[in-house]
Structures are given as structure tokens and as C-alpha cells.
T-cell receptor
């Protein structure tokens, strides 16, 4: 299985702090994506990083990818209470539209 | 665009009853995915379609589950007969397909409770 595994399972921080979540996967990938899920809602795509990229930024999000270690990290800077959600990484294999999701990191940002 | 639309949002039924979940993907999207989410197993892909044709149904748990996509704007996931262990949130998602980034757009989900 090439399922991503997020670490930690849960993270609680204060507003204004940075939050870092990690994802490890097992097999080679075409790209890796991060999604957010607010309680009771569907997943929302945040950012995609291709296998030939090492770092990508989008607003307060920074994603890194290390294909030699089969791992990725998502950094949310200057967190806000509204960032409280579960965050999932998803991986794919070239030639397929199928994504495999990890079990997620539950982030709580305390005001 | 309204995004991916799912109905119903909540369904409570009794064991043995038939359940039908519905999904309308984003217009112009070629792929449609059905997922199931539980605390124990996380998000599992059940089946996905390309241009209305099922491509991979290896995630469908049993013969009690079936999915159809009669046209590009509608899909159903049916469970017959339903069992308590089918209780979960079922998501439908779509993406634009080959040649585009394969980010998926999710619907709000259907929370199914089987008593």
C-alpha cells in the first residue's frame, strides 16, 4: 500500500504559532497533495507538489517534499483559530487518477 | 459552479433496508469518485468512474454495494441490504481528468446511520 501516514495524529497550538504536520508514504509517487477537512464538511484541496519539486508555497502554507525519504511536511505559519481542522495528505501513482489518503492530523488552534 | 452536490445530507435507516446515495459532479469533470470515511478506517476509495465508465471498483466492500453513473451529471451508490457496519460518511468527489492537475473536489458528504 502507498497510503500516506500523517504525524502527529493530533496537534494543539495557540493562535499565532506555527503548525507542522508530516506525511510519510511507501511507494514512488507522481505528486502529493494536502487537503483540509473542517468538522462535518468535505475535504478541500490546499496544495499540490509534484515529485520533481522540493518546496512550494501558497499564502501561509509551505509544503516540502523529500522523495528520498518518502516524506512531506505541511507548515502553516501564524495559525488562526479558523485553521482548526483535520489535514490529510494524498498520494497518487503516475497513470492513475486514484488518490490514497492518510488518516489525517487533527489540528486545534486555540484563540 | 455549485460544486459537487450530494443528497441526502443525512440518512437514518434500519438494517436490511435499501439505501441510495446521490451525487452530481462538477460540470465538465471527467472523473467521479465515491469514498467512505470512518474513524477506524479513515477515508477509503470505493469506486471511481471515467466518462461514466467504472474504472476501479476494488474498494467496494461487498456485493451489497453497487454504483452507477448513467450520465455525466449523475451517479448513485446503492447499499442493499444495509447493515449497521455501513454507518459512515460517504463522499463523492470529481476532477477534471487527464491533462489537468488531479486535485479532487469533494461534496459535503452523506452521513449514513444504519440502526
Amino acid at each position: 500500500s502507498q497510503q500516506g501516514e500523517e504525524d502527529p495524529q493530533a496537534l494543539s497550538i495557540q493562535e499565532g504559532e506555527n503548525a507542522t504536520m508530516n506525511c510519510s508514504y511507501k511507494t514512488s509517487i507522481n505528486n502529493l497533495q494536502w487537503y483540509r477537512q473542517n468538522s462535518g464538511r468535505g475535504l478541500v484541496h490546499l496544495i499540490l507538489i509534484r515529485s520533481n519539486e522540493r518546496e512550494k508555497h501558497s499564502g501561509r502554507l509551505r509544503v516540502t517534499l523529500d522523495t528520498s525519504k518518502k516524506s512531506s511536511s505541511l507548515l502553516i505559519t501564524a495559525s488562526r483559530a479558523a485553521d482548526t481542522a483535520s489535514y490529510f495528505c494524498a498520494t497518487d501513482k503516475g497513470g492513475s487518477e486514484k488518490l490514497v489518503f492518510g488518516k489525517g492530523t487533527k489540528l486545534t488552534v486555540n484563540p | 459552479d455549485a460544486g459537487v452536490i450530494q443528497s441526502p445530507r443525512h440518512e437514518v435507516t434500519e438494517m436490511g433496508q435499501e439505501v441510495t446515495l446521490r451525487c452530481k459532479p462538477i460540470s465538465g469533470h471527467d472523473y467521479l469518485f465515491w469514498y467512505r470515511q470512518t474513524m477506524m478506517r479513515g477515508l477509503e476509495l470505493l469506486i471511481y468512474f471515467n466518462n461514466n465508465v467504472p474504472i476501479d471498483d476494488s474498494g467496494m466492500p461487498e456485493d451489497r454495494f453497487s454504483a452507477k453513473m448513467p450520465n455525466a451529471s449523475f451517479s448513485t451508490l446503492k447499499i442493499q441490504p444495509s447493515e449497521p457496519r455501513d454507518s459512515a460518511v460517504y463522499f463523492c468527489a470529481s476532477n477534471r481528468g487527464t491533462g489537468f492537475p488531479n486535485e479532487q473536489f469533494f461534496g459535503p458528504g452523506t452521513r449514513l446511520t444504519v440502526l
